[in-house]
């Protein structure tokens, strides 16, 4: 696929994101972003720049929860941010979150009708779904004989050492419930409980939990099997050959993104701007292309190469999808998930 090589690429993309900004030298808005790692391709980044003489500052997080707690703690000055659809709906109930003016995004018609049926914000009033992908597992076919395509592999004691998991309570819990054949957003104690246990037997086999390094750690070898999510694995199966990407038979969080605009955004038409742009049907193909994400925007699908239309794990098979699902938020009963993710983290 035709993928710019992000995990080289990262620091350089850093670099770029602390250069003065165009206020200074050139009386240009800035635009802040606070979203993901590897998450827009450089040069839509650049061409949004060009085309509205901006600047555009990239702040990184690495878990959904690590975003909520830095905006907890007072971080501000962020114009636009990235969270997954249930830390949107988080973020809504601490009313953190300004409503969007359609007015200014007509290319809101291009969202995909369907995603947005079963969307939590249907209506986009606070949020614009941008990519969504699987959780997925990855190993080296060299390295993991008979890998049977199932989150019971995390049981394999012959890869000790060498595996990682997300260091994401919805991601590592929910993974096991979806081995208990129960759903990964259950609230229910008992199989809370259990999901735990397992995770403790999978603790006893990995390295660490964490959610950044598994990328270049697969890529390099360093790593034999991972889980993380779909585009950044497929980012960096671009430097290693050897990759295999699946998504587990029990099924696993199909999860999306949204574009949303903090109630303080200084910048709120240059964050519309933002929104619009990467909703465009040439801009979304080419980003998603470029990142290995999928971007819930029905103009933009015509624009995909059929490798990319092809792949199994951002267009699985009905009966894949149906085992799927997305990471719900958990409201008041968020303190269920975190006492036991404390045993799993204090096992
Ligand atoms: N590098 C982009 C990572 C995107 C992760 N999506 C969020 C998944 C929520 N569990």
């Keep these: 696929m035709n993928r710019r090589r992000f995990i080289a690429s990262s620091?350089?993309?850093?670099?770029?994101?602390?250069?003065?900004?165009?206020?200074?030298s050139g009386g240009a808005q800035t635009l802040t972003i606070f979203t993901w790692s590897d998450y827009l391709k450089p040069e839509v980044k650049e061409k949004f720049e060009k085309a509205h003489n901006c600047r555009v500052v990239i702040d990184t997080f690495d878990s959904n929860e690590a975003m909520l707690a830095k905006l907890d703690a007072g971080a501000s000055g962020y114009d636009l941010l990235v969270p997954s659809s249930y830390a949107v709906q988080a973020l809504k109930r601490k009313g953190l979150l300004q409503p969007l003016d359609h007015a200014l995004l007509p290319n809101l018609k291009n969202i995909d009708a369907t995603y947005l049926s079963k969307a939590l914000d249907p209506k986009m009033e606070i949020s614009v779904p941008y990519m969504t992908a699987p959780t997925c597992l990855s190993y080296l076919a060299s390295k993991v004989s008979d890998a049977k395509h199932s989150w019971t592999i995390l049981d394999r004691a012959d890869l000790k050492g060498r595996i990682t998991l997300l260091d994401d309570m919805r991601e590592v819990l929910g993974a096991a419930l979806k081995v208990l054949g129960q759903s990964l957003n259950s609230t229910d104690p008992e199989q809370l409980a259990k999901a735990a246990d397992i995770a403790i037997a999978w603790k006893k086999n990995i390295a660490k939990f964490e959610n950044e390094q598994y990328?270049?750690?697969?890529?390099s070898g360093e790593f034999f099997l991972v889980q993380g999510y779909a585009g950044d694995l497929m980012q960096a199966a671009d430097e290693n050959e050897d990759m295999?990407?699946?998504i587990p038979e029990e099924g696993t969080a199909f999860s999306c993104d949204d574009l949303c605009i903090p109630k303080e955004a200084k910048n709120t038409a240059l964050a519309h701007q933002f929104i619009d742009f990467v909703s465009g049907p040439e801009i979304a193909a080419e980003n998603m292309e470029s990142i290995g994400y999928r971007a819930p925007n029905s103009a933009a699908y015509s624009h995909l190469t059929e490798d990319f239309r092809g792949s199994e794990v951002l267009f699985p098979p009905d009966a894949v999808f149906a085992k799927c699902e997305p990471i719900a938020d958990l409201g008041d009963k968020l303190p269920l998930w975190t006492k036991e993710w404390d045993r799993v983290k204090n096992s």
């Design 11 to 24: 620091a350089a993309f850093a670099a770029l994101s602390t250069l003065p900004s165009c206020k200074k």
């Design 215 to 219: 990328k270049s750690g697969i890529a």
């Design 244 to 246: 295999r990407i699946f």
